[in-house]
């Protein structure tokens, strides 16, 4: 009976191991790129297409001008999604800012904070959420159409100045191996 114990314990605690190092974070939010090659207006539909190129960003701060966007080679009818964690340090009301040209939007725990949409040049939309202490998920999207081309996301943490969300706060879960 106790060696039956043991190896339902050891099976238990590596079972329970390895759900844990699935949900491990590491910094920087997941960005996946979507080249789509023609004007794009609003915010594509891209849930049956493969992303063209992916990366981890530490921050959203890019203003790319006339230029590529930074990993590509594409300045122009693009789409980019970025995902992962935001970790609260304190429960409170939280500012978010996004700017961009074009559209961008902001969600947090799937819940839409900042709607920035639209084709314009580089301009600032902003949402407020209640939040709690902990983790929180976090997904920012940007289409860039012609033109200059930047996307830029910051905060007023409760309490705080605002600035763009820093690295130290921004998290996306390990790939599994």
Sequence with gaps: MKRLLVV????????????????ELEPG????FFNIGEEVGDFP????????????????DVDAGDGAW?????????YIRWTGVIKMEKDGKYKFYTESD???RLFIDGKQVVDNGGLH???????EVELKAGDHEIKVEFFENGGQA??????EPAG??????????LFHKKAAK
């Design 8 to 23: 339902l314990l050891a099976f238990s605690l590596l079972v329970v191991g390895k759900a844990f190092a699935a949900d």
């Design 29 to 32: 939010l997941n960005c996946e």
């Design 45 to 60: 539909d891209v849930k049956d297409k493969k992303a063209t190129k992916t990366w981890v960003d530490k921050t959203i």
């Design 70 to 78: 930074p990993n590509t080679d594409a300045a122009d009818n693009f």
């Design 102 to 104: 074009d559209g961008s």
């Design 121 to 127: 040049a580089a301009e600032e939309k902003d949402g």
């Design 150 to 155: 930047s996307c830029k996301v910051s905060w």
């Design 160 to 169: 705080g100045a605002k600035e763009i969300v820093p690295a130290k706060v």
